[in-house]
């Protein structure tokens, strides 16, 4: 059974919204986040959101325009992307991972398998 499952991709003109979700498997009370990797570049980190929902982090370039939740009853984390850029396309994927720290070197001990962001100009 894949560990995190990712919905909610899809074409948008620059400046649309659209929020990703991110379905685990089991609760785990594990960090979640949101990395993207686009297309000739190396994978990025996004977002990142305790269990408690207490503590997120965000990519200088998401800042202010992205917004990272969870909602640990059902098991989901979300990312609302709002004003969206061309170089916001991307194949996003969420992870989870014990500690914080593991997130933000860009690792994960659990990955989904991605889903695809594309921003038209």
């Known amino acids: 059974q894949v560990p995190l499952v990712e919905t909610g991709g899809g074409l948008v003109q620059a400046g649309a919204s659209l929020r990703l979700s991110c379905t685990a498997s089991?609760?785990?009370?594990?960090?979640m986040a949101w990395f993207r990797q686009a297309p000739g570049k190396e994978r990025e980190f996004v977002a990142a959101?305790?269990?408690?929902?207490?503590?997120?982090r965000y990519a200088d370039s998401v800042k202010g325009r992205f917004t990272i939740s969870r909602d640990n009853a059902k098991n989901v984390m979300y990312l609302q992307m709002d004003r969206l850029k061309p170089e916001d396309t991307a194949v996003y994927y969420c992870?989870?991972?014990?500690?914080?720290?593991?997130?933000?070197?860009?690792?994960?001990?659990?990955w989904g398998q991605g889903t695809q962001v594309t921003v038209s100009a």
């Open positions: 992870a989870a991972d014990p500690r914080l720290v593991t997130i933000l070197n860009g690792a994960g001990h659990y």
């Open positions: 089991t609760r785990w009370a594990y960090v």
């Open positions: 959101i305790t269990y408690s929902g207490g503590t997120t």
